[in-house]
């Protein structure tokens, strides 16, 4: 099955181009989006409910699902606290989403749940009854101690996780610039995961397990730039092979 995918820093803060960044995900029609820097009220643009205005309301639904993370965290996150979130169009189905409780982040409160908002992992079905795991991450920005710390600590614990997760794979991060070391279990090189980059942009990168086959990829600085993003969109045409 082919899956069109989405990876996008959609920069949620306000700029006014709410619209433009929701008919650029519609005219590109992804299956799955990973978004970073969200808030809540982009996330209710792209999947409108009974609270959302009604000028989206009535719009036809981009997405028939998606996960949030500051709806996920305990406590749920405020209105203004910018996540990460991903969606899905009628072709798949979500069947659980959390965000990263269990991975092994080796810090500890009052930190522990600044990293907990910045992931989001979905267990998603596809229309051919194939399961895959699909993740966004927003991570910590290394420059000056104790940031370079915190960065290599979210990575870790990320990439840790990931090597106990079964089946096929997908995870998009805005992952800030790189560790001043170099050295980094998520993103390599020689990361401790089994997973390959299938496009990187700057800070912005997209990965997944060897049975999706990467068909064609796009990287869409120009028409993101335009839709109020600084971040690039990247895109990917995957196709599962037979398990």
């Known amino acids: ?13 306000p700029t006014g181009l709410l619209d433009a960044k929701v008919e650029l ?3 590109l029609q992804p299956d799955l989006t990973l978004l970073q820097e969200i808030g809540r009220p982009v996330y209710r643009a792209l999947l409108p409910h009974p609270s959302a205005h009604e000028r989206m309301h009535r719009k ?5 699902w998606g996960a ?7 406590p749920r996150g405020s209105e203004y606290r910018l996540g990460c979130a991903v969606l ?9 989403a959390q965000v990263l409780d269990r991975a092994p982040f ?3 409160d009052p930190v522990r749940p600044g990293f907990l908002w910045r992931t989001v992992a979905t267990h998603a079905a596809l229309s051919t009854g194939d399961l895959l795991t699909v993740c966004s991450f927003h991570g910590r920005q290394p420059s000056g101690q104790p940031a370079a710390a915190l960065q290599r600590a979210f990575h870790a614990g990320i990439a840790s996780w990931l090597t106990s997760v079964p089946g096929p794979i997908i995870f998009g991060i805005d992952a800030g610039p790189p560790a001043p070391d170099g050295a980094d279990p998520l993103l390599g090189p020689g990361p401790v995961h089994h997973l390959n980059q299938v496009l990187s942009a700057d800070d912005d990168h997209l990965w997944a397990t060897p049975g999706l086959e990467v068909l064609a990829v796009e990287c869409l600085s120009d028409e993101a730039a335009a839709a109020g993003s600084d ?11 037979g398990l």
């Open 231 to 241: 971040h690039a969109l990247l895109l990917a045409d995957l196709e599962l092979r």
């Open 60 to 64: 036809p639904r981009l997405f028939s």
């Open 88 to 96: 899905g169009v009628a072709s798949t189905a979500l069947l659980d």
């Open 68 to 74: 949030l993370s500051t709806d996920l965290c305990n």
């Open 1 to 13: 099955m082919r899956i069109r995918v989405v990876s996008w820093n959609v920069d949620s803060r």
């Open 106 to 108: 080796d810090v500890r």
């Open 25 to 27: 995900l519609r005219r």
